[in-house]
T-cell receptor
């Protein structure tokens, strides 16, 4: 079956521009996560959506970062006024969302963002 | 708070040799432990996970890991590696608080012919 998909696969932008990254989770998965993979920080959690609950935004590095999830499915991560330190691979993951910590998260291929 | 340490950033090994990738964690609560693999230009794929029960966990592609509570370790092993195992390997933990994963820094396994 179809896995988690992300678009675009690569994005090059100029410092100060806004970017939107898209994630399509596996059908039926109610939980969705965004992570960032960068050279300096490794893999770090950004934000978590579970059903209709308020998202857990505890990992967002600044108020320039925001995310939404429409209709409980597709999610968009928005970075405003991008900075060079935002350059990274942004990974999306989804799982069934049963609320148990041992659930397997399924990852998308990521969006590679380069801020010039 | 929880953290994960992967002691080796790179591990070079010859094909058909055994390999061990080390992972240590710290947490004030019970955790669940995972190993993910990332092949070049691909997303993360689950290799195996420890939830409870037997401390020796077998995963895909011939990998296994052993949970050691006293040493807070979850080392990954394979008795004989292949060229195709060349990838980056991430150890991760989650707790009951939302299931978000905390990752180690990753270990790049380089298998040489």
């Amino acid at each position: 079956g179809a896995g988690v998909s992300q678009s675009p696969s690569n994005k090059v932008t100029e410092k100060g521009k806004d970017v939107e990254l898209r994630c399509d989770p596996i059908s039926g998965h109610t939980a969705l996560y965004w992570y960032r993979q960068s050279l300096g920080q490794g893999l770090e959690f950004l934000i978590y959506f579970q059903g209709n609950s308020a998202p857990d935004k505890s990992g967002l590095p600044s108020d320039r970062f925001s995310a939404e999830r429409t209709g409980g499915s597709v999610s968009t991560l928005t970075i405003q006024r991008t900075q060079q330190e935002d350059s990274a691979v942004y990974l999306c993951a989804s799982c069934l969302g049963l609320g148990v910590a041992e659930e397997t998260q399924y990852f998308g291929p990521g969006t590679r963002l380069l801020v010039l | 708070a929880q953290s994960v340490t992967q002691l080796d950033s790179q591990v070079p090994v010859f094909e058909e040799a055994p390999v061990e990738l080390r992972c240590n964690y710290s947490s004030s609560v019970s955790v669940y432990l995972f190993w993910y693999v990332q092949y070049p230009n691909q997303g993360l794929q689950l290799l195996l996970k420890y939830l409870s029960g037997s401390t020796l966990v077998k995963g895909i592609n011939g990998f296994e890991a052993e949970f050691n509570k006293s040493q807070t370790s979850f080392h990954l092993r394979k008795p004989s590696v292949h060229i195709s195992d060349t990838a980056e390997y991430f150890c991760a933990v989650s707790s009951n608080a939302g299931n978000m994963l905390t990752f180690g820094g990753g270990t790049r396994l380089m298998v040489k012919p």
